[in-house]
């Protein structure tokens, strides 16, 4: 089975796609999705669906739901008449002691190779192979076409799964751009932390490799404006001041010359609101 869930939801079994257009079913389906080729306990299933106020008929319903994907994982592998795509959908989505797992039998998962992909490019980071790192980076985040799972309706699993996909994709942006700067891509980058920054309003990472871009283009002011908005939004939507890092990174552009202001300073500088 091959799955996409950085974005649409998409499940192909045999070339042909057993995505359910009911939302319930998309639920259970993109669970199983982000936990493929593992067991995914009922209860955890159910407490998906209805967030802690299952009705007396919880695992019958679901039961419903694993049968309905059963026969678009059935229909797509085609059917003789001996049933056997019926036993092989059972082989696809398997039912173990207390769950379900999904058995994707070596089929692609986009999630797996964004994080093979940012493994590699972390890799390079470390070794100081910046335009590596950056060419590994850039193809792991060309792997997302949207939001996570951007079409299913989450309950309390999925959020919180949907909420650690974000966050991995953040880190691999933000090493990234870290790897673009210490390649001098200064000017280019300057577009696509405009629109970050203005998403992103508390993340001081992203700030900071704003504030190097710009002061590396001769932009210092605008730099230290930057600075200044950040600072406000922390305080305003957080009740925090700028960490001690980014606060030191706007000394230096304030004391030095573009060339003396070093992409990231060793030190982290992300929090995120």
Aim: hydrophobic share 40%; proline share 4%.
């Amino acid at each position: 089975m091959d799955i996409d869930v950085l974005g649409a939801l998409a499940a192909r079994e045999n070339g042909l796609s057993v995505t359910p257009t009911a939302p319930k079913p998309r639920q259970v389906l993109a669970l199983l999705a982000l936990h493929a080729d593992q067991a995914v306990p009922v209860s955890v299933l159910i407490e998906e669906l209805w967030s802690g106020r299952p009705p007396r008929s919880a695992r019958t319903t679901l039961q419903t739901y694993v049968l309905q994907l059963r026969d678009l994982i059935a229909a797509a592998l085609g059917r003789d008449g001996e049933g056997s795509a019926v036993r092989g959908a059972k082989g696809v989505l398997v039912t173990t002691p207390g769950g379900y797992r999904l058995d994707t039998a070596g089929g692609t998962i986009d999630v797996r190779e964004f994080e093979r992909l940012a493994g590699l490019g972390y890799r390079a980071m470390d070794a100081g192979d910046f335009a590596g790192a950056a060419r590994q980076l850039r193809d792991a985040l060309a792997l997302w076409t949207g939001p996570a799972l951007v079409d299913v309706q989450a309950g309390t699993q999925l959020e919180m799964e949907t909420r650690r996909l974000e966050e991995t994709r953040l880190c691999a942006l933000d090493q990234r751009i870290e790897a673009d700067l210490r390649l001098g891509r200064h000017r280019e980058l300057l577009g696509e932390l405009t629109v970050l920054v203005s998403r992103y309003r508390t993340h001081e990472n992203l700030h900071g490799q704003f504030m190097l871009a710009l002061h590396r283009s001769g932009r210092r002011s605008e730099a230290l404006d930057v600075y200044q908005r950040l600072r406000g939004a922390l305080v305003r939507e957080l009740g925090l001041e700028p960490s001690a890092g980014l606060r030191r990174l706007q000394r230096s552009i304030l004391t030095a010359g573009p060339e003396q202001v070093v992409a990231g300073g060793g030190e982290r500088l992300s929090r995120v609101g």
